[in-house]
């Protein structure tokens, strides 16, 4: 899934555990200006350096996974959680950053002009 929206928070790095590392990302999306909802995107592991180059006013383009678990407490209630997992972040038009996000393709080849030996059909 993907959604296109404007930075409004960037977490830091948290060790949740030993093992464990998060950070969260909230998004500003206005499909209706008058009643703008903040989004908060979570991104785990390795996942949380995604984030490194973001900052608050930012226009970008989220791609996550949707996640829903089922935890029973100590009393036996049954509680359900939804997480939005950040697994990529595309910046879309931030100053500065259109230059070093464009990627880089190779001269077009001119095929204009032929070898005289050159014996094929087409």
């Given at each position: 899934?993907?959604?296109?929206?404007?930075?409004?928070?960037?977490?830091?790095?948290?060790?949740?555990?030993?093992?464990?590392k998060k950070r969260e990302l909230i998004i500003e999306y206005i499909e209706n200006p008058q009643y703008p909802e903040?989004?908060?995107?979570?991104?785990?592991?390795?996942?949380?350096?995604?984030?490194?180059?973001?900052?608050?006013?930012?226009?970008?383009?989220?791609?996550?996974?949707?996640?829903?678990?089922?935890?029973?407490?100590?009393?036996?209630?049954?509680?359900?959680?939804?997480?939005?997992?950040?697994?990529?972040?595309?910046?879309?038009?931030?100053?500065?950053?259109?230059?070093?996000?464009?990627?880089?393709?190779?001269?077009p080849a001119d095929i204009s002009s032929t070898s005289a030996d050159?014996?094929?059909?087409?």
């Amino acid at each position: 899934m993907e959604i296109k929206g404007k930075v409004y928070e960037v977490s830091p790095t948290v060790q949740v555990t030993e093992s464990l590392k998060k950070r969260e990302l909230i998004i500003e999306y206005i499909e209706n200006p008058q009643y703008p909802e903040y989004i908060k995107f979570e991104a785990i592991q390795d996942r949380t350096a995604l984030i490194d180059n973001v900052k608050v006013g930012d226009d970008v383009e989220v791609f996550f996974n949707l996640r829903g678990r089922k935890w029973t407490d100590k009393m036996g209630k049954v509680v359900y959680f939804n997480t939005l997992q950040l697994w990529r972040i595309n910046p879309l038009g931030a100053a500065g950053s259109t230059a070093a996000a464009a990627p880089a393709y190779a001269a077009p080849a001119d095929i204009s002009s032929t070898s005289a030996d050159d014996d094929l059909p087409f």
